[in-house]
């Protein structure tokens, strides 16, 4: 008897204990790394995630978000995650093949959607939850897809037909899909980390460029290029993905509200990633540095046609289950 509530003391003084050891040990610390600015859709999306994560778990869980690559740059902060030196990235899913994971490439293939309407119905439906799955035996979770937008192209000279890119070296982000797809243009592709392709720019090492506008305006790349081109040839979004083993051992009700609150992050982000590209262009309009070129219906004809054999040379790399799948939930 004695000794039964001698166990039942010293089990109460150890659960007590770990009590006030949780609370000495603070909020659960999220560090979510990301390397665009601030204001951009993600960079939004980022900091609204963390607000909507500290509000909803009443500060059991911190969010802090480093913006322009302060932590990590591209390649390095996929291995910080792995490592759990970070918990949480949105990487553009240009840059998810060193993970071992090609069939995010698919995303980089030119005019591969045709609108907005066709690239959600991939992401929100079973290709979309088929691709995050692939993230799992990496030991990484991936909890949705935000968005950014189609691609222009920028130089120092107009870009109207693919004879203008004869020769250019044109920085791009480290996807083999992305390389073929300037090779056929007949540029001479650069992968770089985004945080030094705006220097890259600026100091000549290479000529011109494909991203967003909202990516173009918030690194100032307009400044020192005069002419960019409404292109829309390729699109650029991104996975919001955690380090599964932190994820799979957070309290099952703090996962569940976090996941709640990077639902509603992504609704917000998908709101806004238009309307910021169609802000940045008008802004670089305004900047009056570039001049801006829309493409007639011959000059798009003449794109197409330049870019269509990157689906022949990169379907087996990326998978051709995954490429036809795309295609054929977009309706190609
Ligand atoms: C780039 O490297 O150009 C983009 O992936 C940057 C980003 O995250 O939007």
């Not at 918990?87 to 071992?100: E, H, I, R, Y």
């Given at each position: 008897m004695q000794i039964k509530t001698l166990a039942a003391k010293a089990l109460f003084v150890l659960a007590a204990a770990a009590s006030v050891d949780a609370l000495a040990q603070g909020p659960i610390v999220i560090k979510f790394s990301h390397v665009v600015a601030p204001d951009t859709p993600k960079g939004r999306a980022a900091e609204r995630f963390k607000e909507l994560a500290e509000q909803m778990t009443g500060g059991q869980v911190k969010v802090e978000v480093y913006p322009n690559s302060q932590l990590y740059k591209d390649r390095e902060e996929l291995e910080a995650l792995q490592l759990g030196?970070?918990?949480?990235?949105?990487?553009?899913?240009?840059?998810?093949?060193?993970?071992?994971?090609?069939?995010f490439e698919a995303f980089d293939l030119p005019y591969i959607f045709p609108d907005r309407a066709a690239l959600y119905k991939v992401t929100e439906g079973r290709i979309g939850r088929n691709l995050l799955r692939k993230l799992e035996p990496k030991g990484i979770t991936g909890l949705a897809f935000w968005h950014n937008g189609f691609k222009i192209m920028s130089a120092n000279q107009p870009l109207t037909s693919p004879k203008d890119f004869e020769g250019l070296r044109m920085r791009i982000q480290a996807s083999k899909v992305l390389d073929a797809q300037m090779r056929a243009l007949g540029a001479q592709p650069l992968a770089l980390a985004f945080s030094e392709a705006a220097p890259a720019l600026r100091d000549g090492v290479v000529a011109g460029t494909e991203n967003t506008p909202s990516n173009m305006y918030t690194q100032r790349m307009h400044e020192t290029q005069s002419h960019l081109t409404l292109s829309n040839h390729g699109y650029l979004g991104y996975a919001v993905i955690v380090n599964k083993k932190f994820w799979d051992g957070l309290p099952a009700d703090t996962r569940n509200t976090l996941a709640r609150a990077m639902r509603e992050a992504t609704l917000y982000e998908k709101k806004i990633a238009q309307r910021a590209n169609d802000d940045a262009i008008e802004a670089i309009r305004q900047a009056g540095t570039t001049t801006i070129h829309t493409l007639t219906p011959a000059q798009q004809a003449e794109w197409r046609r330049a870019m269509q054999p990157v689906y022949g040379q990169m379907e087996s790399r990326i998978g051709k289950e995954t490429v036809r799948a795309i295609l054929r939930e977009v309706g190609r």
């Open positions: 030196a970070v918990q949480m990235l949105a990487p553009s899913l240009a840059k998810f093949s060193p993970l071992g994971v090609r069939d």
